[in-house]
């Protein structure tokens, strides 16, 4: 795919023209990525936004004894960069991000990014938006660890990420929400008894969003 479908396909470019669209892919480029490879450490300094194209990416820290938290996904078609001012040119990483299927990234030259586009107040308020958003999300990320009880942060993650709770093994889920195997069956079977899910094959289906939406919301909100 050529690098103008490329941007015509992500939604946050779908305010640009033609001609900005041809002017933004002078400053952009496409790379290949392999599954389980790297694309930054937390700490990180790089001066290029990055979208995910195809693939996925998870994003997480490590902590003093080596333990992998997981933050979250990024999935195909958003932004990958973790933005934190418009001033600077240089995009400071505050985690670490890595491929878990093979992908495609788009990268574009911030600095020049800055001049073409957001001095000219050109996708300002999409860069604010999205710096809303990734906030939002630290807001859930700190509900998740340090708030919720077990049937709060397995609901949380089947309403906002049910297709990778579907694809993950049980265990990888355990994992990644810090809960014991069995404490996340007891959980999916209490909400299957509630009617709120059902399980078919493995793959959870959700009955009843207002439901499963309750079992979290307002807790540390």
Known sequence: MKTTETIKSIEFFNELNEDQIELLSSIANMQSYPKK?????????????????TGLIKIYKVDKFNNEIFLYHIHEKNMISELSSLRSNTIYCFSNSEFIEDSIVLSINFKRFNELFLSQNILT???????LDKSHQLQGIVNRELVFDATAKVAFMLNNDLEMFNKLKRQEVSFMLHIQPETLSRVLKRLKRNNIIDIVSSKVIILDNNQLSSTFTGIGL
């Open 37 to 53: 490879s790297i694309l930054n450490y937390e700490s990180d300094e790089t001066t290029n936004i990055l979208f995910l194209i």
């Open 125 to 131: 308020m999409k860069f604010m938006e999205e710096i």
